[in-house]
């Protein structure tokens, strides 16, 4: 049976829900496609977890490490990805998850499309770097339709945004405009603030629903929309940065490098501007959105 | 290069559109993709033309084709589809596209598949035969994500919805319920109603605007809808057929077999009973729409 060996790099919530349907579903990817897929790695901040032969880490051990990483209570692992990547790229075809969050993947990323691998994304800073950075264009230049890496669940979640575009585009149609509400975290915010609610209180709430980063700042700034933007615009086949596109930043200067506690406390400072925006919305007949 | 032959199966709207969009877009397929697309046979009701040689039909050729059958000027092509089938596969890769409407291209949808030739669909006519009808085997057999029968634009015109299905399916999700207004024609209509037009006017309207059959009852029976809703059942591995689905008609039984003035004229008794539905919608909040 054809057998495909994942590595998983960035071990968080969503790597862990991955590790986790790829236990449960392969017996339905052997039954049905024929091919046998295996974890040959997983890698968290620490180090990486290795499996001994090409039959991958087997599952009562892959559970051991979620559920581990779940309850805190993980001794690190030591291996290293970047080592073991030659060696699993010799035992057969190997695909490269980054569900990692940051630029602390990027050289993993570049090293296995080098050495001949698939990757795919959900991790959006890889694609963010400056194109000025050579590994930025190691990475673009897998990006088509038809190359190696795959990036689906940057932008739109479990919406398949990058797909249609791309075969929009392949197909000969152009893009006039892309336009929408490109945040699930800023969806839930601005949905609570069109019923009423603080826009505060609604970020308080949405970090209690594990809708926000760790720091709502990093979701409240406008960066993680503006990476989404950047790799829909450059999937386009425009070459811009980052700093080339306005960002409307809903963090106030002041509150930029308070404590995260203070930050919250203090963020109702905002909450007038807020429902004079929203209040204005709805006498027009509109909703207050974050878009893009 | 690379070649690949079409085959235009159905010369309407849909069919005319397709072949001005694979002339205009052709040089960038050559160029990006290095596939040489060329348009082997085109048929419409009354007989094929089929090209002389495996560069296809030119260019000039295919819009006067295209002119012509707009313009209701076009003399009869007498060719033979399924006579110059075989020929056409010897020369290489071929796909099949059915734009008709009907069942009437089913015959040659089967013959292509079991000759080895791709089929794409907008079509739905075919995937909505009878189980019994062994031709209906011969097709699903072929609509896995694996292979060669496509049928993307039958269900969700332009959105990517079959596709996302297949995806959800083959990694293993499970599908607790599919439900939205999948026709275009009843989403304008209804927007209308919605409105305060009279249902009879909306209905007139969508008409004039070419968003309905030339007979619309083809659309307010449901059946388009009915097929829609079957087609995504069977894709889900369901062996249900049309009369398993229960079809909410907006034709009324002694207006089924008027003409076609005579029903839009008398289409107007109707406009009360549509119109307490909309206004006991709106008064609990919600808009009127026909939902699948």
């Known amino acids: 049976m054809k057998r495909v060996s994942l590595v998983q790099v960035g071990f968080g919530t969503v790597g862990g829900a991955l590790i986790e349907q790829v236990v449960e579903n392969r017996p339905l990817w052997r039954e049905r496609f024929g091919i046998d897929v295996t974890i040959a790695a997983v890698a968290g901040r620490a180090g990486a ?9 087997i599952d009562a051990e892959l559970r051991q490490l979620v559920d581990r990483r779940r309850s805190g209570t993980g001794d ?16 057969g075809p190997t695909i490269v998850l980054d569900a990692a969050a940051g630029e602390g993947t990027v050289d993993i990323d570049v090293q296995a499309l080098r050495l001949g691998a698939g990757v795919v994304l ?12 050579p590994r930025s264009s190691a990475l673009w230049a897998e990006t088509s339709s038809t190359g190696r890496l795959k990036f689906e669940a940057t932008c739109g979640a479990g919406l398949p945004v990058i797909s249609t575009l791309q075969s929009l585009l392949d197909t000969g149609d152009r893009v006039r405009e892309i336009s929408g509400t490109l945040s699930g975290t ?4 601005f949905s609570a603030v069109g019923s009423g609610v603080h826009f505060s209180q609604a970020v308080k709430d949405a970090k209690a ?83 893009m």
Chains 1, 2 share one sequence.
């Open 186 to 189: 800023f969806g839930a915010i």
């Open 209 to 291: 629903q594990g809708y926000t980063e760790p720091d709502p700042r990093d979701d409240l700034s406008g960066l993680d929309v503006a990476r989404k933007g950047l790799i829909l615009s450059r999937t386009m086949g425009n070459s811009i940065d980052l700093n080339d596109i306005e960002v409307h930043s809903l963090v106030p200067d002041h509150l930029a490098d308070v404590s995260i506690d203070e930050f919250l406390n203090r963020l109702s400072e905002q909450d007038p501007d807020i429902a004079r925006q929203a209040d204005e919305s709805a006498a027009a007949g509109l909703s207050l959105k974050y878009v």
């Open 122 to 133: 959900s991790n959006k800073a890889p694609l963010a770097l400056p194109m000025s950075d």
């Open 49 to 57: 977890t290795i499996a001994g032969d090409a039959r991958g880490i």
């Open 76 to 91: 690190p692992a030591h291996g290293s990805v970047a080592e073991a990547l030659p060696g699993i790229l010799q035992a």
